[in-house]
């Protein structure tokens, strides 16, 4: 990856942008491409966080997700959610010709193991909105499902030479935190950043004083063995189950994720999929395997623009549900239409000041409750919920929101900010 000094002293810019992953690069990148001033902090290194670690599909079936769109929102949301997804691949596929990325076009395969009338309901969800979906039977997968629905012409990529290749020349600072906000200003250990707009693109976002982010959101973790010496297999599939698995190939290696579960909570982690693989793929060596979380909102669906109601000039990309490919360059669109000033079609579809009236709202407040009254030996430092041992990462881990900290209390992912021991002494 390209390497960017800190920010050196106190400075404006038209557009802050907070956070170098995916969703902050491409909002930079886009907003280069329209010519326009801005800045990109990162805290870190850019891509050290979430997208560093994900499998990289590109595509717009996110799940069996437009059955459920529908209900909640309507045929014409749903469809725009799709339009929104399809153009946010075709991007890709163009941005990939500039930017040698390994790009590959794949059919996305979305499959149960138990029930066919979820998908059976899915296909006429997708024929309602006018996406183009094939039920297929059988699949090349060892496992027996009942069937599965497949997008032709999605793809498959690898992040990482891609954000290399876009940043090469944005105007990033690396090791440059965003510390506090005072308005537009920008608190940094460098200097203050004043800016016209500011885009909160830091993964779980790091202000608690508007959005509620806290109770529209949680984190959940799932992991990937990259294993050698399986059959060749096109395509990409995913369990149509929160829980269940997803395959994709790089290269020579079959990249097997799953073993999810919500972060601070027990969960199948790597040893559910060693032991498929084993059962499986018994010739199968592990060469590599990672693990990372998501943001999950209410309703699936991703906030992207107006941070809250009475924030004008602060946005957010925040809530991929673990289809961040698509929506973080959705959120470079938007983001950049809305920093612009500009009418975006998207906009009412990624609004995150939609309603919260869902159900997972009440799992997630009785989640806190119960976490904040608990007793462990270590506290977050972001909202106080007590902190649960993950024997397998090793790791202090937040079941409220996701904070996670290493065993002697560094931080390893937000929304917490400090580390446990600063906090703690
Ligand atoms: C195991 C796994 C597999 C996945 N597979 C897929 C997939 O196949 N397809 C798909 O579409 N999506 C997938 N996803 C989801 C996708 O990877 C994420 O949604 C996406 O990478 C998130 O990008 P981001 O830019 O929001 O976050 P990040 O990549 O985490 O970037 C946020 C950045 O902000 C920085 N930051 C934080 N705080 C500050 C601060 N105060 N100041 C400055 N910088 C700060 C961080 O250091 C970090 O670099 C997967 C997720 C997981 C967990």
Not at 104 to 127: D, F, G, R, T, W
Request: one cysteine or more.
């Amino acid at each position: 990856m390209p390497a960017f000094p800190h920010l050196e002293h106190d400075t404006k810019t038209d557009v802050l942008v907070i956070g170098g992953g995916l969703a902050g690069l491409l909002c930079a990148y886009t907003l280069a491409q329209r010519s326009m001033n801005y800045l990109l902090i990162e805290s870190d290194t850019i891509c050290s966080g979430i997208s560093r670690n994900t499998t990289a599909k590109i595509t717009s079936q996110h799940g069996l997700i437009y059955n459920k769109l529908i209900q909640n929102f309507g045929v014409d949301l749903a469809r725009m959610y799709w339009e929104a997804n399809q153009a946010a691949l075709e991007r890709y596929r163009h941005l990939s010709k500039a930017f040698p990325c390994d790009f590959e076009a794949q059919p996305a395969y979305v499959y149960s193991i138990k029930e066919a009338n979820v998908l059976e309901k899915e296909m006429h969800a997708l024929e309602q909105i006018g996406a183009g979906a094939e039920y297929v039977d059988t699949l090349p997968l060892p496992l027996p499902v009942t069937g599965a629905v497949k997008f032709e012409n999605q793809a498959q990529f690898h992040p990482l030479q891609l954000a290399a290749g876009i940043s090469r020349n944005l105007n990033i600072r690396e090791h440059t935190a965003a510390r506090a906000f005072e308005g537009n200003v920008v608190l940094t250990d460098y200097g203050k950043i004043t800016a016209s707009k500011i885009i909160v693109a830091t993964h779980f976002p790091l202000i608690n004083k508007h959005g509620a982010y806290f109770i529209k959101m949680y984190q959940h973790r799932s992991y990937v063995l990259a294993l050698e010496h399986t059959p060749e297999l096109d395509g990409m599939y995913v369990d149509e189950a929160k829980t269940g698995l997803s395959f994709r190939r790089y290269q020579n290696l079959l990249l097997l994720g799953g073993g999810s579960h919500r972060t601070g909570k027990q969960g199948g982690n790597w040893t559910e999929l060693q032991s498929f693989a084993r059962t499986y793929y018994p010739d199968a060596q592990e060469r590599y395997r990672w693990s990372a979380q998501d943001c999950m909102t209410l309703d699936a669906v991703p906030y992207i623009g107006q941070y809250s109601r009475n924030t004008p000039n602060l946005y957010v990309a925040t809530g991929f549900n673990k289809w961040g490919m698509t929506s973080s360059m959705i959120a470079a669109t938007l983001l950049s239409d809305m920093a612009e000033e500009k009418e975006t079609p998207y906009a009412a579809v990624f609004s995150p000041s939609r309603t919260v009236l869902r159900p997972q709202l009440l799992s997630n407040v009785s989640s806190a409750a119960v976490n904040l009254l608990s007793v462990s030996k270590h506290r977050c430092p972001h909202m106080g919920c007590a902190l649960k041992w993950n024997p397998q990462e090793h790791s202090w881990d937040c079941p409220c929101h996701g904070s996670r900290f290493t065993e002697d209390g560094t931080l390893l992912d937000n929304p917490a900010t400090d580390d446990l021991k600063r906090n703690e002494s």
